[in-house]
């Protein structure tokens, strides 16, 4: 064992999607910390141009945005025939991307109420959560496995082991009728991440590693009221930050993790050992 060079992600190019979201970018600031290319696949590329001159400033690899639709299998496929173009391996995938319901200073956007909760928003949400994801995995993994290697990650949530607990959303003077709820389609999604996970560590297994964490909360600014009842219910006593995360995904797309496939790994501060 190399022990200098056992997180060494060699220069290759490591896919995130959703790469250019909160834990997207830290994601790909983590990759190129540690010698990766990061590649986001977005449709929004909003501040794209000052993250990736952050990040070749720090680390002197500059981050690479592709316009991709991720629940579009052609847009999947433009993008990666630009990526064959530049002569070097996808190494990884980072099934990130979601549409997730974030707490904000005013609590939940939206109601969510399952009684009244569309059939437009469900599909939109499985679509980018799953079908993208199953489409990135369908895709990308068939390459690594013919290149003679890769890692996928799938970004589940400490929600897919567990239901989410309403009570932290609930406002005073509200009839329970009224009260803001996390979606369905968050729990479904994020547990679906997990059974897509064990069914591709298994299917390309002597040379596609495929596993899973389950990440706890993020502290960004959410109403203290929240924060306070969310603390309660972790060992650790509070939410993580942002940057918390990098080092289980440096581990898991390098060689230090080279036997570790088909894990789900729960990073939630102990939440859901209780």
């Not at 629940?71 to 002569?87: G, V, W």
């Not at 068939?142 to 890769?150: L, S, V």
């Not at 803001?180 to 991440?193: E, F, N, R």
Request: aromatic share 8%; proline share 3%; glycine share 10%.
């Amino acid at each position: 064992m190399n022990k200098k060079n056992i997180f060494d992600l060699d220069k290759g190019f490591y896919i995130v999607t959703g790469g250019i979201g909160l834990l997207g970018k830290m994601h790909c600031e983590a990759i190129a910390a540690f010698g990766g290319i990061p590649v986001i696949f977005d449709i929004e590329r909003n501040d794209f141009d000052e993250f990736a001159r952050k990040v070749e400033k720090n680390t002197s690899i500059k981050p690479i945005f592709i316009k991709t639709d991720i629940t579009n299998e052609n847009s999947i496929n433009e993008s990666l025939l630009f990526l064959k173009d530049k002569n070097l391996m996808i190494k990884g995938l980072i099934n990130n991307a979601a549409r997730n319901p974030s707490v904000s200073s005013k609590g939940l956007a939206k109601s969510n109420r399952l009684e009244n909760f569309s059939l437009n928003e469900w599909k939109k949400d499985i679509e980018v959560g799953l079908t993208g994801a199953f489409l990135c995995t369908k895709l990308i993994g068939k390459i690594m496995y013919e290149e003679g290697a890769g890692v996928i990650i799938n970004i589940s949530s400490d929600l897919g082991l567990i239901a989410p607990n309403q009570e932290l959303y609930k406002k005073e003077g509200f009839l329970d009728s009224e009260q803001s709820v996390k979606p369905v389609t968050y729990s479904v999604v994020k547990s679906g991440l997990i059974g897509l996970t064990r069914y591709t560590s298994t299917y390309w297994p002597l040379k596609v590693r495929c596993n899973c964490i389950c990440p706890g909360g993020i502290n960004n600014g959410q109403p203290e009221a929240f924060l306070s009842k969310i603390k309660k219910l972790i060992p650790m006593n509070r939410m993580a930050e942002k940057n918390e995360y990098q080092g289980i995904i440096v581990f898991l797309l390098s060689s230090a993790s080279s036997y570790m496939n088909g894990a789900i790994i729960s990073i939630d501060g102990g939440r859901t050992a209780w």
